[in-house]
């Protein structure tokens, strides 16, 4: 892409497309041929408080709407979407390197989870009303919780920006969303065409990183929740920070996802469902399946396929055609985070069966990699590496030791059971300490279910009704009869 392809977005405060109250501005690349494609506002704490007050302006009279009125934008704001989709999939693969079809995969996907929360916007109920105390009537009222500060991450930039404005929105809360500093566009313009349909205020976006602008959403006394989707790093700092205001905190963060291979299991679909679930979006999936656990009698076997699977995805450049199955990592940095994870492993005994390098010059590429010969307690097995990287084990005595080893990271977002027989599957769903389970497939998810996770992997939810509980507050009223 030449300079003269390079656009400039701003930020959305108060129904106004702005630049950053000091003027700075960053620019943004694609990592694939790592290059500059866009520029954007560089923001800081004067930013934060601008757009909080924008927030505050409009606050109460987004409390005060009917359920059917928020229904109504969130259904318009599903209709720009879809009606913008190819645009906004075009600036995913620019900014994020995404092939083709995962990113125009991703736009339908998002405007459905729209048009759930619409509909779920009116069944938002409180749980009691009647008579408790002699003379008294009580009920209780789910209500908005006012300014919500939102943090996405840099792996689909739209889609975690819609999981965390939809519910938010549905519930009567106006928000304050930064997304990633790496990869803001789709976002930026999204909130650019949703400015038509919401009223100034509501949702205002914002950018900058962490430091700069994520921290002050934190600190900010007039915001009453901060949802992040993020590393665990990140959102331990955040739940500190979040305690000096007593705010309420909603952590998406990273996952270490095990898949549990049974003796009954076919390798051939084990290995199939991994081609995707493993190197979709690169590895860069907080669900990614990244830790193979495999019964003896079938190790060889899935082993195979595995590292033929792995091996046959076409990489490269997504502008190189729709044959492009997987793209760059994100970021120079994250290629050589990924690839100091695999120089690690390999000195301390890993073996690498396929992949392990960057295999391109120019971008931010690494390979599919599959490792074997690792042990429990090693870094590559424990840490999330959040690249097209997944670890194969042989587990001796797998009715003892599978399950207990799937539970022994510290993260616990998700994890699959591979196998014919419903009562291992069963099993397994309840012995394992992640918030989703599948059971013959790794990935899928659905906007009427939960998505979220136990241990490290953070708490609260996204998608769902669960989420809209997350994004409200329960108030009691008592009324004396006479
Ligand atoms: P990150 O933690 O580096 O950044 C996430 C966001 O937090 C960014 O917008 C960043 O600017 C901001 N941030 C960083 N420091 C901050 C601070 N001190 N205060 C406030 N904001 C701050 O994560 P990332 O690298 O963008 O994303 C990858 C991580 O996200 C992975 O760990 C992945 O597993 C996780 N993730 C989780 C889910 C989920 O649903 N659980 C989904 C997608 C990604």
Known sequence: MSATDVRTFGNLVGGEIVGAVEGATREILNPAPGEVIARVPEGGAADVARAVAAAREARIAFRDTIPAKRQELLLAMADVLDRHAEELAALEIANVGKPNALAAEEMPICSDELRFFAGAART??????????????????????????????????????????????????????????????????????????????????????????????????????????????????????????????????????????????????????????????????????????????????????LVAAASSLVVGDPAEGDQVEMGPVISARQQERVLGFLDRATSSGAEV???????????????????????????????????????????????????????????????????????????????????????????????EMPHGGFKESGYGKDLSIYSLEDYTRVKHGMIKLS
């Open 124 to 305: 938002m109920q409180g749980q009691a009303t009647g008579e408790y105390g002699e003379g008294y009537t009580s009920f209780v009222r789910r209500e908005p919780l006012g300014i919500v500060g939102q943090i996405a991450p840099w792996n689909y930039p739209l889609m975690m920006a819609i999981w965390k404005i939809a519910p938010a929105l549905a519930a009567g809360n106006v928000v304050v969303l930064k997304p990633s500093e790496l990869t803001p566009v789709s976002t930026l313009r999204y909130a650019e065409l949703v400015a038509e349909v919401l009223p100034p205020g509501v949702l205002n976006v914002i950018t900058g990183d962490g430091p700069g602008v994520g921290q002050h959403i934190v600190e900010h006394p007039e915001i009453s929740l901060v949802s992040l989707t993020g590393s665990v790093g990140t959102g331990k700092n955040i739940a500190r920070s979040a305690a000096d205001t007593l705010k309420r905190v909603h952590l998406e963060l990273g996952g270490k996802a095990p898949v549990v291979v049974f003796p009954d299991a076919d390798p051939k679909a084990v290995a199939e469902g991994l081609r995707v679930a493993s190197f979709l979006n690169s590895g860069q999936d907080c669900t990614a399946a990244s830790r193979v656990l495999v019964a003896p009698e079938i190790y060889d076997a899935v082993l195979e396929e």
């Open 353 to 447: 069966l396929t992949g392990g390098a960057a295999g391109r010059d120019t971008g931010f590429f690494v390979q599919p990699t599959i490792v074997a010969g690792v042990g429990q307690a090693d870094e590559i097995v424990q840490s999330e590496v959040f690249g097209p990287v997944v670890t194969v084990q042989r587990v001796d005595d797998f009715a003892t030791n599978a399950i207990t080893l799937a539970n022994d990271v510290p993260y616990g977002l998700a994890a699959s059971v591979w196998t014919r027989d419903v009562a291992n599957a069963m099993n397994a769903i309840r012995q394992l300490d992640f918030g989703c389970v599948w059971v013959n497939d790794h990935l899928p998810f659905l906007s």
